[in-house]
DNA sequence: CCTTGACGTGGAACGCGTTCCACACTTTAA
DNA sequence: TTAAAGTGTGGAACGCGTTCCACGTCAAGG
């Protein structure tokens, strides 16, 4: 049962029952009411795939996403997600674990036009090669693109790292211990901790206490683990997250240990629980100014102040 | 350019460019090569939604949840991806609120063939419109279904409730309180807890105690300060998470009043952080399980045991 | 009285890949 | 030697809704 079968069946033609389906004007009382009988009597609804061929759209929007767990991409998540329903759009996940052929082969579903719009909520591939996709559709990634002309959303991280830092500084903390997500050759924003760190001490973070991969709970604990088994403790770590943070400090409770110092990152339950020092990202406005940007297909670079809390 | 210009450039017909595309047989080796050739100088790549439309298929499977917060939902959507991604399925998010209406136009769209299956995390609608769907592609809910012929994913949720109540009552707890996420009118979960507790204490929950409507960190910290302020407090909660169980305890905790006893559930990183008993639901096997009754297309009904962790 | 324009409707092409069927030719088995 | 089976390829219909264009009618404005 399609549009051409309800045509025949009501004596109209099937421009005149698209227009009725579409509520549209131009057609007459009478042609309106033969055709929705015969819509209801054969209980017809209309095919979205043809009409989406058709239009050349589909409405949804594809969201590359390393990885489930973290809450970053969960607050990301839930951010695009309040763009898009009110607009009429749909998101669609799509996981990647930073692997470039996945990402690749979304990057190819956007020319074969399987989604309107990419949103990388984080990428594995080098953003010259997003660039190359741009003329398929609007692609939005979450971190600063630098001098590329590529639509961004993201949060401006510098000033929070060194208000954080400052006040570390303050504090007279000595062995301070950098736990970073991913390795800050490849990542932007390990980088930018990297960078803060810098222009706050003068010097280089200590690559002792510097470690790589930390993402969760158990990630910081284990970190912490290493660090005690080593002999070279610090007496502050400064973490990716709170739920992070939160395991350091569990390995510490564990072992009957003196609590470090803790600042976490993303504004966290556990931090709120704990009373650790974050920084929130307000990553849900990050997201949703990622969405907008997709939907509006504009190449142009949104920034959030991120801030440092201390509890 | 598609298919039909392909074909036209490279001398073929667009039967045998799509056999190359597709990588089927009879197709001539130098076919096969004059057509490649033609595909890659032109840059050429098929359009997923014509292909969708002509296959009838989109592998795209609408996961219907009503609020994104809740970590039930994100445990769920994780384990749903979980077997979504390697069988080549994608999911789309399907936001509800438990709205009837949203709802209703989500299964329309399942209809339409927008999807070729659909999953209620939780629904608002009944399970009666449910059924009449059934026929337009393949339905999976989330909690037990009783008789009703429908795909179901669920975690068995009965003996845990049970232990843990028994467990309450051997410490001689006497004003229990019970706060749930949904009325137990309509929540067929929350109505679960209650029977269960019926069955376990052979009486009634102390209805001054029972609240509904309580999903999150401050809505338990709000629960535990209205008892305090009606001056009738429960000497142990029974929360629907263990984050509503820690909002709870933060309750207490600002205000310097005695910790009541605390049982969580969704065995959360606040629960373990705090030492909060919780009721593990394997809701990442649920997701698993219900993702590939909708993949295969299967009416039946799939539990998990989910068990009571005293810590 | 004629022109202009809104209104109502249909035809046919378009968006694009898939697939059934027919036809020709080449092997292989009998 | 011949029938049967396999290989290679094209044509055309199919899946289904949208939209441009043409054509006819009728009323309002000049």
Redesign the pocket.
Known sequence: ???????KIS?????????V??NR????????QDIQKVIKDFD????????D????KTHNIGVVLPHTKHPYYTQLVEGIMSAAFPAGYRIVMLPSKFDADVEMNYLNRLR??AYDAIIFTSHGISLKELLKYQKYGSIVICHNPGELNIAAAYTHREESYIDAYKWIKSQNYQRISILLSRDYQISATAQKTIQAYRKTFGSEPDHRLLNTDVTTFDDGYNAAAQFHHNQYEPDIYFTNGDDIAAGVRQFYLDNDLKLPMLVGQENQLSGRILNIPTINHHFHEVGKLACELAINNEIKQLSVESEFILR
């Open positions: 049962m399609n549009i051409h079968d309800i045509a004596g109209y033609s099937s421009s005149t029952v698209s227009r389906i579409n004007n131009y057609v007459s009382d009478k042609a309106r017809y609804v209309p095919n979205d795939v043809a009409r061929l058709s239009k050349g074969r036009k």
